[in-house]
């Protein structure tokens, strides 16, 4: 009997995971149709603090509800040459949390990185620059807790300009960076002129599902 | 009689023995399958689930903000393959219009050839 329960148990267990798996799917990027970056709206952070800083952990899941987006970010790096790594082209649906930097939640600037575009296909944030202040970002933690951000700008600056500091450095309070390529892409070069930067911060946070 | 009696307490107690043995060794098979489909990094990204790498310690990141190591450069992320415009290569495109217009100037020079000598 009880091994008749402990296989009914194991059935009913693996049938929830299937089923599980099969609606729990959107780990990867809704497929952007192909755009030229453009119309990047510069707004001055205006949002009052509201620092609820959480310890450090890292993010196990991205959400931008508003480009359907949903993806586990990877770990990124440094390169040997100081530069930042990014995911894998080839991979262009990944998203990248550098952590090295501060964790989505955690006082400091959280930067995830992702490709605009990558061997033909869109990148998770092709779409990126189309956001606008107070659109949303989720985190779900490691350590279980959901972090809400609220964009507050969106920009777009040469990459001859990039600002450094403000997106690696501490803003004081919980603050998220999302960084991607934009502008035009000079086949000479190989690159993008311009990086396309969302900066939000923290908004909520609170008890996710385990 | 007697020996009756002892072989149905040998047998009830063999029994005894192995409905506990098995149904732990199933349970334990049932858990398997469970803990390696939790356990497979894409089933569990499937499933929302965060449990591989919450054991992994959280990298290790200086306590003092402003030690923070701020990366090189600006970060290139993407390969123009979507770009507006990249990807089209040019110079097959001019020279195709060249061939195109040079064609046209032929069967120009043709008309006005064969016209001028009618």
Redesign the interface.
């Known amino acids: 009997m ?2 008749l ?3 009914i ?3 009913l ?2 049938t929830a ?1 299937v089923g ?2 099969l609606t ?2 959107g ?1 990867s990027a809704k497929p952007a149709s ?3 970056v453009a119309a990047i709206e510069h707004v001055t952070p205006s949002r009052p603090a509201k620092p609820e800083k959480l310890d ?3 993010p ?2 991205l959400s931008i509800p508003r480009l359907g987006i949903t993806v ?1 970010p990877t ?1 990124l ?2 390169r040997p ?4 790594e ?1 995911p894998p ?1 080839d991979r ?1 649906e990944e998203a990248g949390w ?6 989505p939640g955690e ?2 600037g959280a930067v995830i ?11 998770v ?2 779409k990126l620059h189309t956001l606008r202040r107070d659109d949303t970002i989720t985190v ?3 350590d ?1 807790t959901v972090v809400t951000f609220a964009v507050e700008s969106v920009e777009q600056v040469a ?2 300009r ?1 600002p ?2 403000r997106v ?3 803003p004081g309070h919980p603050g998220l960076r999302l ?3 934009g502008g ?2 000079d ?1 000479a070069t ?3 002129s311009d ?1 396309v930067v969302v900066y939000a911060r923290s908004v909520t946070t609170g008890a996710g599902k ?1 | 009689m007697r020996l009756v009696r002892w072989t149905l307490t040998g047998a009830a107690l063999v029994i005894a023995a192995l409905s506990t043995a098995q149904p732990a060794m199933a349970a334990d098979k049932g858990w398997e399958k469970v803990t390696y489909s939790i356990d497979d990094p894409e089933a569990a990204e499937k499933l929302k689930l965060r449990v591989a790498d919450e054991e992994k310690p959280a990298p290790a990141k200086p306590a003092d903000p402003s030690e923070i190591v701020v990366p090189k450069g600006a970060p290139d992320t993407g390969d123009g393959s979507l770009a507006a415009g990249a990807g089209i290569p040019l110079l097959p495109i001019g020279g195709g219009l060249l061939a195109v217009g040079a064609a046209g100037a032929g069967v120009v020079l043709i008309r006005r050839r064969v016209g001028a000598g009618a």
Do not use: E, I, W
Not at chain 1, 81 to 84: I, K, N, R
Not at chain 1, 113 to 123: I, P, Q, S, W
């Open positions: 009880r091994r329960t402990g296989g148990a194991a059935t267990a693996g995971l599980l798996s729990g799917c780990a192909p755009s030229p450090r952990s890292p196990m899941l586990k770990r790096g440094l040459d100081g530069t930042v990014v082209l262009p550098y952590s090295r930097g501060a964790s006082r400091g990185l992702g490709h605009v575009d990558g061997r033909g296909k869109a990148g944030f092709h779900n933690r490691a279980h990459k001859s990039f450094a500091q690696y450095g501490d960084v991607t390529c035009t892409f086949k190989g690159h993008y990086n385990g």
